[in-house]
């Protein structure tokens, strides 16, 4: 398949057959639910994956998916059946949303694992046209920018996160995850994830101890 693929056909698209509009995950068969965003198409369907949804879009190839739904990413006109799209390829994909039972749970020797090994910092994902507002968890001694450096972690998981078109929220309301490609990433900053704004300086020298940054 290649890249870009989801481009959106404008002839195509206007010749789409019309559906009633579709709020969530319809009933699939078997393998994990994705909810993908593409820089045209929003993508509703299952992928035939084992485990968690960022380990199989980190591994870079072509993923069979199946019952899939699509529609205009910024949610202009509805989802309609997409029979004829079988594969789909990571690199094509902006956001991914992941919600309650698309990926799942952590051992508990997971957790313990993550609790002790990595930092949470409050952040705003700059992927045009999109940003993304939650939680990053990062190894200790690495600031969120590096999320700009390359790696071989393809797509970022921000936690407890909203993805927003200008003032549009993308997504259901029961989205606990975006998966964001670092590929299409242009910026990063720590903010307050109460408003989605950078945290304002305070007057006065530091007096010690630990930062928001560290707390974030």
Do not use: C
């Amino acid at each position: 398949m290649r890249l870009n693929f989801l481009r959106r056909n404008k002839a195509a698209a206007a010749s789409a057959p019309a559906a009633a509009p579709v709020s969530g995950f319809h009933a699939l068969r078997k393998g994990v639910l994705f909810d993908g965003i593409t820089e045209e198409w929003r993508l509703m369907g299952r992928m035939d994956v084992e485990g968690r949804l960022s380990d199989a879009l980190n591994k870079r190839e072509a993923i069979t998916i199946h019952d899939v739904r699509w529609g205009p990413m910024d949610d202009s006109g509805p989802m309609v059946e997409a029979p004829g799209l079988r594969s789909i390829d990571p690199y094509d994909l902006i956001l991914v949303l992941a919600g309650e039972g698309s990926m799942p749970d952590l051992t508990e020797a997971e957790q313990a694992a993550h609790r002790v090994h990595k930092v949470s910092y409050d952040v705003a994902l700059e992927a045009p046209p999109f940003r993304v507002i939650g939680t990053v968890h990062m190894h200790p001694g690495s600031e969120p920018t590096r999320l700009l450096d390359r790696s071989a972690e393809m797509f970022v998981p921000v936690v407890d996160a909203v993805a927003m078109l200008g003032d549009q929220r993308i997504g259901d309301d029961n989205v606990e995850t975006v998966l964001v490609n670092r590929f299409y990433l242009r910026g990063v900053e720590q903010v307050d994830k109460r408003t989605g704004l950078k945290h304002q300086k305070m007057p006065g020298s530091p007096l010690g101890g630990i930062t928001w940054q560290d707390r974030s």
